[in-house]
């Protein structure tokens, strides 16, 4: 005997079957980095008009802003510190924050879209640094990009009529043999002979060389500064922090006179090299010259005014030095971008003074929770 299964008709209150709903995938708003990069775009285009940008770029420029984040933190935490320490804080604090609210985006924005087309990556090591400096004029901070020694090698071979295959750069220490050995009749390849004779007291700084090899060795240039060169290059109110000497420091209320050492060495050999890759070694190309490297050009001389401008004024910000900087650790995305509200008022973010080997020295402190992009 079969037994047989009947199915109950479905009565007038009872609820008939309902398909599964439809599961509605959830919204995946854009991070930090990418409002940003979407804000740099809106303030150029809307300067410039639209421009085109490849997808590599704009991974740079989401790179600029972790770097330009970290730099807002750590000149905001200097500007703190310094302005706990003074003692007439009505005259020398630093009462702006260094935060995103407080930077001025649209020369920002431009900056970054040129340095980006021109290819400079702040996440690679001494390439790209970004430097706040307080404008009393606007009431803003110029955020500045200056390439590091990475960076202005890269430009350099970029742009070159004819890249160099490589280029030694050296100090030169009192205990060191260096012999030029320069282009004449008998010797048509320009060279020399260097050596360390006692690497870990090689005495004092008494000059620097740099070699620049062609593919064909008879272009091959020896470029030599003396002490004298480097000096003076120096820029006239340079701060002992990096080229060392004498700086005033608070000291039980006071100012007084504090002898450093500075990073000399480190100054001294960004001297040479920029010396080094400059034009009047490694020639540019014309017809390689493009507006971005011309916006450069331009930039570099606002950047020598801000920096003497910095040191002049009471409430400096500080200088800049592109040595190696040491590991930081991720920026934290700012409080107003993680509401995935562009046009949300953000907090104020820390500024710095230097991210990365770049560094600058703010006056005041405040803390910043995040851009209000």
């Known amino acids: 005997m079969t037994a047989t299964t009947t199915k109950a008709p479905a009565t007038a209150g009872s609820a008939a079957p309902q398909p599964a709903a439809a599961q509605v995938p959830a919204e995946v708003k854009p991070n930090a980095a990418e409002r940003f990069t979407a804000k740099v775009m809106k303030e150029f285009g809307s300067t410039v008009g639209e421009i085109q940008v490849t ?26 510190r310094k302005n ?11 009462n702006l924050p260094v ?25 690679q090591e001494n390439h790209l640094f970004p430097i706040p400096y307080k404008n009393n004029k606007t009431g803003k901070y110029d955020m500045t990009l200056m390439p590091g020694y990475n960076g202005i090698q890269y ?25 030029p050995i320069k282009k004449s009749a008998e010797n048509r390849v320009e060279n020399y002979e260097f050596a360390i004779n006692n690497a870990f007291d090689r005495g004092e700084i008494i000059g620097g060389f740099g070699y620049i090899e062609f593919a064909d060795p008879v272009k091959n240039k020896l470029v030599i500064m003396t002490k004298k060169d480097i000096e003076k290059r120096k820029p006239k109110y340079a701060s002992a922090n990096f080229w060392g000497g004498k700086q005033k420091v608070w000291d039980n209320g006071k100012q007084v006179d504090q002898e450093t050492d500075g990073w000399y060495e480190e100054m001294c050999l960004k001297t040479i090299k920029r010396e080094i890759y400059s034009a009047k070694h490694i020639p540019r190309d014309p017809k390689k010259i493009d507006d971005n490297y011309q916006y450069m050009k331009m930039r570099e001389a606002r950047i020598a005014e801000l920096e003497a401008q910095d040191i002049i004024d009471a409430n400096a910000n500080g200088m800049v030095i592109d040595v190696t900087p040491t590991a930081l650790p991720e920026p934290t995305a700012p409080a107003s971008f993680a509401s995935g509200n562009p046009s949300e008022p953000a907090a104020s973010p820390r500024p710095t003074a230097e991210t990365a080997p770049a560094a600058i020295q703010d006056d005041g402190q405040t803390t910043l929770t995040g851009p209000t992009f």
């Open 55 to 80: 997808d590599y770029q704009r991974q740079l420029v989401q790179g600029y802003f972790i770097a330009i984040d970290r730099a807002l933190k750590s000149a905001e935490e200097e500007r703190l």
């Open 99 to 123: 935060t995103w609210g407080n930077v001025n985006l649209n020369d920002l924005a431009l900056d970054v879209v040129h340095y980006a087309r021109m290819g400079l990556d702040m996440m």
């Open 155 to 179: 430009i350099a071979e970029k742009y070159a009529v004819e890249p160099p295959l490589a280029v030694t750069v050296e100090l030169v220490y009192s205990t060191d043999t260096f012999r």
């Open 84 to 94: 706990e320490k003074n003692k007439d804080h009505e005259k020398y604090d630093n």
